[in-house]
């Protein structure tokens, strides 16, 4: 089972809870523990096909005012790659969420700092690109989310997605999702798949999963090295998605920036 991005969780600070070997069993993995779908690289000839449609809705002058201060991340760093998820049917809804948004776009000095952080990875291996996967998202796809997993008690749905009445970081588009890929986009192995809710995508679990044979040392190393380069522009990953990582507070993120809706 799959489920969207949390911001009501508690925000990585790299410690790992105690948890017990049954707790563990609870995520242990079913199927590969490879990504869960092979990434389909958003090349610049296939970001050109939805161009006209993206460049119609942006000059549309009834378009929300937070579209002022947002830029689309590869105008800001082109190597960056980019994987719209919820553009596509392929997600944990397994249906297009953004009608209307075509690329990832995020407030212009958080693009600036992940423009940063791609930098700072070339560095590490000249072959590797930041792979985004979701950027600002619309209150009202946080509402749908929300809603998907009703089925959740509110007190656990939280830890997948932020309860739409607080707002989520992603809806000022100052949070991020993303992972590590080649210069193919072929997605480094991460141990589970984006939007993975199960225990072994908890960053706070890797520690327990590698001992119990879970998590492999290669993955975890992808992790760390996910996390390295994204901590050096003082992003910060929460602790029960892998992926996903904060620029700033909801409360800093609500006094600088206009929420989409």
Not at 89 to 106: E, G, H, P, Q, W
Not at 124 to 150: C, E, F, I, T
């Amino acid at each position: 089972m799959y489920s969207c991005k949390s911001t009501d969780s508690k925000e990585g600070n790299g410690e790992i809870e105690s948890t017990s070997q049954s707790d563990i069993s609870e995520g242990k993995l079913k199927d590969s523990t490879t990504e869960n779908a092979s990434i389909a690289f958003k090349s610049d000839s296939l970001m050109t096909k939805n161009k006209d449609a993206d460049q119609d809705f942006q000059t549309d002058p009834k378009r929300s005012s937070a579209w002022n201060t947002l830029v689309d991340i590869r105008s800001v760093k082109s190597n960056i790659y980019v994987d719209l998820k919820y553009a596509s049917s392929d997600n944990f809804m397994k249906m297009v969420l953004y009608d209307t948004i075509r690329r990832a776009y995020l407030q212009k000095d958080v693009a600036e700092r992940l423009g940063k952080c791609q930098e700072y990875l070339s560095t590490l291996n000249k072959d590797y690109h930041l792979l985004v996967y979701d950027g600002v998202r619309p209150v009202s796809v946080q509402w749908k989310m929300w809603l998907a997993l009703d089925s959740i008690p509110v007190n656990q749905r939280v830890n997948f997605v932020s309860n739409p009445v607080n707002g989520s970081i992603h809806n000022y588009g100052a949070a991020v999702d993303l992972t590590i890929c080649d210069g193919k986009g072929k997605p480094l192995d991460m141990g589970a798949g984006y939007d993975d809710i199960r225990k072994i995508a908890y960053p706070k679990y890797e520690s327990q999963f590698l001992k119990y044979g879970e998590l492999t040392e290669a993955q975890v190393a992808n992790r760390k090295m996910l996390r390295k380069v994204m901590t050096s522009q003082n992003f910060r990953n929460i602790q029960t998605e892998w992926w996903h990582f904060n620029a700033c507070s909801r409360n800093e993120a609500k006094a600088k920036y206009v929420q989409l809706k």
